[in-house]
Structures are given as structure tokens and as C-alpha cells.
């Protein structure tokens, strides 16, 4: 079975381009807007990696990652944070997080962690 | 008269007159033996009459000088007359000097023949000693009184029909006086105030009346005025010892007021200075503070101590300060409530002071700060169709690829590249932004440097291409302690410019290795190099070394990328340079601290 990303930012354009490429790898995407979109997702079943943009409008990226990493159920679920702003000390890495990718962002690279950190994770499991 | 009464009342007279005066008389004959003596002469003489009679003055009291005189009296028959003069008495010399106002006048017989002499003396001493001491104090006050520095003068007070002082004579006056006010005794002397300074009693003090209060009461005042007729400043003291006259004592103290007008003057630069002025001395205490300083902690509700005003670390910038020799200063940022100054922080070391000039930056900071979220947003948006852009150019090589023409996949190519390019145009843009508003925050993280420089090598030849390889070789084990982001785009940035400035070559070459605790990063091209006079220059803002057209390749962008890495090395307390000879490449470096 196909490992199922949900994939969160709140530029439609990123969002449509980002699932384009995730499923023409062979993955399945599903997709939010928000950072509640992204928690409302989570009460019904459980992705295999999310792509997290860091800033969003109400909850954050950031607050996202943490809700998730504080969660027993969700904790090994694999967060590749996406930023434009990753030097700025404002956006500074997020402990939680498993990987950080600064937009724009290079395909080859985004599939490779995408790949990387869902090998990782099934080892861990 | 006493010719006409008889012979023998005369001679009684006489004797009555000779006995009771206080005039020591005597009388001897032509040989100076006494004949007759009155009581006063005996007394005087320390003799009784009997013992004095018949005796030779000169046996009695041996002076050659005298015996001439009497000699000379006898001899030529003229009468001498002293006033004081000075006897020492040869066999009680312990009486000391004496003084004697004495006569001596020849008795001559009815055919002018001397006969005997008629001695008459008073004794001064008393009076003489008396004279001379007053002479000599009197003589004392006068030098004391004339060599004064301070001017004298005395007067006698000029009263109206209804006791108004209405004017003024001088009396006396000192040599001071007339070197102080170019008056001279002779010309001011019984001459009237009003005669002698005309104009003095038209300026705003009445001389006249307040020395007429003097000499009214004898009360003493002292005060200090400006004299108008010789555009002078005096101190002057007046008291009165005698109703109706008035002495003063004055100095010229114009130098003084003048200096004291002219520091008031320089005080007042500090002291009203919109700005922040203050002084400190070696220990970081404030020793000055000006009224604007206290205005700015009264707005900030901070109350009145100065120290608030100053960085916490004063005591450090004042160690390193007085390191430096003459004049040197620093500028520090502090805030105070919610205002941002800068502090200028200078060490003056001949006067061995700490001054420190506060100027107000609070609007600039402002700016900045809109500045700064104005860049901050203004990336982030550039960023996020940039994001789109790249990704959807990426998706659609992909999509065709194989089969696209190679035209197409050109192109596509050169959309990528523009694309990157104007990702790295914005970053440098935000970054330098940061440098100058003081804002490149470095964190300090323990990185292994051999793992940073693999991943960033691998990052930069994927965009690079094949064209040259990142080759990697000297290896250290080494851990540093800095930012892994800034650290990376330092090192990319070095990277991309060796890639750029070397088209002919086909590898570059990174090595790193430890010395004296730290870690020293080198990347080395095989390019065009760079030329001595050139190489200075390269860190500053804005320099581009444009080698020519044909050069300026993939990866040209504002020529901030070496002047942001210089920062961002500079942050972490590392060092970066370079060394290059001209057709042979280049070799950049950069130190950074190693964290264990």
C-alpha cells in the first residue's frame, strides 16, 4: 500500500504542485490549509509523514509540530518542515522536527528526505 | 628787668631757677673743673654736688670727642648747641646709648676773655627711643600700607543741608590705587568723587549714598560690583572709624569674573545639550550627568540616578578603552525605558576621563524595525511563488521528460537557473538588511564540520553540475560550536564563487584543519586568481571582480556574498581570507571556534 503524506501550507499554488509531484512518486497525498485543517485530518486517521509549511495562518506549523510530537498516538509520525524564512532566528529550528527544507525548494532533495525519513521511521516502528 | 632789682635778689632768683629746673646745669672754668653744678646735674651725673666740685669734667667722664668741643667753645668763644646727641658713659657702659640735648656756651670777663663755660644739658634718651620706635612703626604701616595689593583709599563724606551724602573727597590713597585705576596721587588728592569719575554715578549703583551709610553708621560692607568708568569688576570692602569719613580696600577681580563667565559659558555646552551627556570615572560611576539625561529617565518614569543610563558592562568598556593609548572611544547601544540611544564611549586619557555622548536613536529604530518585518515579509512573499514557480518547472521536466525536445529541455534549464538566482538575490538582500541593522544572529551549536561540509559539497554540486568536482579530502574530526545554517551558506557561498571565477578548471577542493583551537576551512580553485591590490577590497559591500563577460556565468548576484560571509564569520569569532595568484586560482579560508 501506497504511504499515505499529508502535505499542509496555506499557498494553493505549492499545495497543488507539491501533491502533484508527492503522488507521482507513488505516494498518496492528502492535503490541508490550515493548521487546524491539519489536526482535523489527524482525528480520523493517521499519515505516514507530514510536509508542514512552519508559518500559518492561526495555529502554526510550529504549534503543529509540537500538539503531534506530544502525542503518543502521533509522535513517530515523521515532520518535514518547509520554510522560506528557515535563517531567520525567528524560524529557528524546531526541536521536534525530523527534517527542514527551506523554499524554494529543490524536488530531487524534497523526495529524497521524503523517502529517507519514511525508511527511517518504518526501521524505528 | 633783673638788672634794674638788687644784686643779691637777682642772684637768689637765679639760684632758685637753677635748683628747681629739670635742665642740668653746670658751670666750669677755663680747665673744665666744675665749679658749680645744680641738683638735677648731680642727680644726673650719679655724684653728689660735693664730690663734683672742684673736679675735672674730663676726669670724671673721659671723651676725647666731648673734651674737643669744649676745647674748641673755650678756644674760639662761640657757643655750641647739640639736639640729641649720643653719649655712651665710659665707666657705666651698661646705661647704654644715652641722648642729651646740650649747649655749651663760653663766660667771658669784661675784655672777652673766656673765663669758664656754662654746661646746661637734658637728658632725651626716653624721648629719643620713644621717637625712634614711633618712626619706625610709622614707617612700617606706611611701607605696609603703600606695598598692598589691594588699592586704599580714604575719604572724608560730603553732607547736604538735610545730612543726604552727596559726594565724596580722597583723602589719602595707596600706591595700588593709583596702579589699579591709573589715578595719580597728586591729581585725585581733596578732589570730589563726582570730579574724578564723572561718569561713575550714572550706572545702576549709588556709590555715593551706600559709603554715605558708611560713614553715617560705621557699618562695614562688603560686595562686589563692576565699575563702569574702568570696565572693571572689584571686590570692595568700606568701614568707617570715624563719623563722616570712610576708608575702602578694593581688588580688581576681573580676570576672576571673566574666567568665571567663561566657564559658565563652556558649562553650558554640555549642560544644555539636547543630547545625552554624561562622565564617568575608572570605576563606571557617574561623576557628570546633563539636564538632558534627567529629562529622558524623569519621561521614562526611571527616577534620578544617572547610573541607569549606562551599559551593564561598563566596567569591561573602560578596562578596554584605557588599553588603548590617546583619545579612543566606542559606540554601545543601550535602552533606557522605551527609548533605544547610542552611546558614544570615549576615553579622553590625558584629562582621565570617560565622556559618553548619548544620542537618541529610537526613530531609526523604529524604521529599522519596519525595515526589518518589511524585508522579513517581503522575502517570505517573494519566496512563496518562487517556490511554485521552481516546483512546477521541476514537474514539468519530469513529465516530459524523454519526451521533450532538447531545445525545450534547454530552456527549462535556464528558467531553473534564473530562478535559483533570484532566490539567492533575495536572501542576500535580507541578510545584509540584518548586518546592518546589527540583527545576523548567530546560534551556537556543536556541528561536526566534516558532516556540514560533505552535505553542503553535495548540495552545491547538484547545482553546479558536473562541469567541476567538489573534492573533499582533508578531513578533520573536529567539532565546532556555531550556526549550521550561516556556516553553510558561508561555505556555499565560497563554493559557488570558486565554481564561478574558474571555468577552465574542472575540480575544487575543500580541506579542513585544526590549529590553536580552531578549525580553519580552506577552498581552493584552480581559476583565474585574484589580483594583490583587488583582495582587500573583496569582503567590502557590493565588490565584484568582473573578470569579463564571458565569465559572468550562472550564479552572478549583487556582490554581497563574500561581504555576508565575512559577517557571518566575524559572528561566529572566526577569521576569513584569502590567497591567490593571478592565472594560478585562488584559495579562500575561514576560521571558526572549536566547541568541545
Redesign the interface.
Known amino acids: 500500500m501506497n504511504k499515505k503524506i499529508l502535505i499542509v501550507d496555506d499557498?494553493e499554488?505549492?499545495l497543488?504542485?507539491?501533491s502533484?509531484?508527492t503522488e507521482?512518486a507513488d505516494y498518496t497525498v492528502q492535503t490541508a490549509t490550515s493548521g487546524e485543517g491539519a489536526l482535523a485530518i489527524f482525528k480520523n486517521e493517521l499519515p505516514d509523514l507530514i510536509v508542514l509549511d512552519m508559518?500559518l495562518p492561526g495555529i502554526s506549523g510550529k504549534q503543529v509540530c509540537e500538539i503531534l510530537k506530544k502525542d503518543l498516538k502521533t509522535k513517530k509520525i515523521p515532520v518535514v518542515m518547509i520554510s522560506?524564512?528557515?535563517?531567520?532566528?525567528?524560524f529557528?529550528r524546531e526541536p521536534w522536527a525530523e527534517e527542514f527544507l527551506e523554499?524554494?525548494?529543490?524536488?530531487?532533495?524534497y523526495l529524497k528526505v521524503i523517502a529517507r525519513e519514511l525508511a527511517r521511521a518504518e526501521v524505528t516502528a | 628787668m633783673l638788672k634794674r632789682k638788687s644784686g643779691i635778689t637777682e642772684r637768689k632768683i637765679l639760684a632758685l631757677l637753677m635748683e628747681n629746673t629739670e635742665t642740668q646745669l653746670a658751670y666750669l672754668d677755663k680747665d673744665f673743673n666744675f665749679i658749680k653744678v645744680n641738683s638735677a646735674y648731680a642727680k644726673g651725673s650719679g655724684h653728689k654736688k660735693t664730690e663734683l666740685i672742684g673736679k675735672n669734667h674730663f676726669d670724671l667722664f673721659p671723651d676725647k670727642e666731648n673734651q674737643k668741643i669744649f676745647e674748641k667753645v673755650r678756644d674760639t668763644g662761640k657757643a655750641v648747641k647739640f639736639l640729641a646727641k649720643p653719649f655712651v658713659f665710659p665707666l657705666e657702659p651698661e646705661r647704654g646709648t644715652t641722648y642729651w640735648d646740650w649747649s655749651l656756651t663760653p663766660i667771658k670777663d669784661d675784655e672777652k676773655k673766656v673765663i669758664g663755660l656754662a654746661f646746661s644739658l637734658t637728658e632725651v634718651t626716653n624721648y629719643k627711643r620713644t621717637e625712634e620706635s614711633l618712626r619706625r612703626s610709622e614707617r612700617k604701616y606706611y611701607m605696609l600700607f603703600d606695598s598692598m595689593v589691594d588699592g586704599f583709599a580714604y575719604h572724608k563724606m560730603i553732607y547736604d543741608e538735610q545730612g543726604k551724602s552727596i559726594d565724596y573727597v580722597y583723602l589719602e590713597i595707596n600706591a595700588a590705587f593709583e596702579k589699579i585705576t591709573g589715578k595719580k596721587r597728586k591729581t585725585i588728592l581733596g578732589k570730589r568723587m563726582t570730579e574724578v569719575w564723572p561718569n561713575a554715578t550714572k550706572v545702576d549703583f549709588d556709590w555715593i549714598g551706600e559709603y554715605g551709610e558708611v560713614a553715617k553708621t560705621g557699618k562695614r560692607i562688603k560686595f562686589e560690583r563692576y565699575f563702569e568708568p574702568l570696565n572693571k569688576w572689584f571686590t570692595i570692602t568700606a568701614y568707617s572709624t570715624k563719623k563722616g569719613y570712610f576708608a575702602t580696600t578694593f581688588r580688581d577681580i576681573t580676570s576672576r569674573i571673566n574666567t568665571v563667565k567663561k566657564l559658565k559659558h563652556l558649562a553650558s555646552f554640555p549642560r544644555f545639550n539636547p543630547e545625552a551627556v554624561l562622565e564617568v570615572d575608572y570605576t563606571g560611576l557617574v561623576t557628570y550627568a546633563n539636564a538632558a539625561v534627567y529629562k529622558i529617565l524623569k519621561e521614562a518614569w526611571l527616577g534620578k540616578n544617572a547610573q541607569i543610563f549606562l551599559p551593564s558592562n561598563i566596567g569591561e568598556i573602560i578596562k578596554t578603552l584605557r588599553k588603548r593609548k590617546g583619545v579612543s572611544s566606542v559606540i554601545q547601544e543601550v535602552k533606557v525605558g522605551d527609548k533605544y540611544f547610542d552611546l558614544k564611549i570615549y576615553h579622553l586619557a590625558k584629562m582621565g576621563i570617560i565622556r559618553i555622548y548619548g544620542h537618541d536613536i529610537t526613530n531609526r529604530k523604529k524604521i529599522e524595525q519596519q525595515k526589518d518585518e518589511f524585508f522579513?515579509i517581503a522575502?517570505?512573499e517573494l519566496?512563496?511563488?518562487?517556490?511554485?514557480?521552481?516546483?512546477?518547472l521541476?514537474?514539468i521536466r519530469?513529465?516530459c521528460k524523454g519526451e521533450c525536445n532538447p531545445q525545450m529541455g534547454h530552456y527549462h534549464e535556464r528558467v531553473g537557473v534564473q530562478?535559483d538566482k533570484l532566490?539567492h538575490l533575495i536572501?542576500d538582500l535580507?541578510?545584509v538588511s540584518k548586518i546592518q541593522g546589527g540583527k545576523l544572529?548567530i546560534?551556537k551549536e556543536k556541528i561536526k564540520i566534516d558532516k556540514l561540509i560533505e552535505e553542503v559539497a553535495g548540495?552545491v554540486q547538484?547545482t553546479v553540475g558536473s562541469g567541476h568536482k567538489i573534492i573533499f579530502e582533508k578531513k578533520t574530526e573536529a567539532t565546532i560550536l556555531g550556526d549550521p545554517?550561516?556556516i553553510g551558506?558561508v561555505l556555499a557561498n565560497l563554493l559557488v564563487n570558486a565554481v564561478e571565477y574558474s571555468p577552465e578548471a574542472d575540480r575544487v577542493e575543500i580541506s579542513a584543519k585544526r590549529k590553536d583551537g580552531m578549525v580553519i576551512i580552506s577552498v581552493r580553485d584552480f581559476g583565474v586568481g585574484i589580483e594583490k591590490e583587488k583582495q582587500k577590497q573583496l569582503f567590502e559591500r557590493f565588490y565584484q571582480i568582473k573578470p569579463g563577460r564571458d565569465y559572468l556565468g550562472k550564479f552572478s548576484s549583487l556582490g554581497l556574498g563574500l561581504f555576508i560571509s565575512a559577517q557571518i564569520v566575524r559572528n561566529h569569532g572566526g577569521k576569513i581570507g584569502l590567497k591567490s595568484k593571478v592565472g594560478k586560482g585562488s584559495t579562500f579560508y575561514f576560521s571558526l571556534p572549536e566547541g568541545n
Open positions: 499557498d499554488a505549492i497543488e504542485v507539491l502533484a509531484i507521482m508559518l522560506a524564512n528557515l535563517k531567520d532566528e525567528d529557528r523554499k524554494p525548494l529543490d524536488m530531487d532533495k | 522579513s522575502s517570505h519566496k512563496t511563488p518562487l517556490t511554485s514557480i521552481k516546483a512546477f521541476q514537474l519530469k513529465i530562478i532566490t536572501n535580507l541578510d544572529i546560534t548540495d547538484m545554517y550561516r551558506q
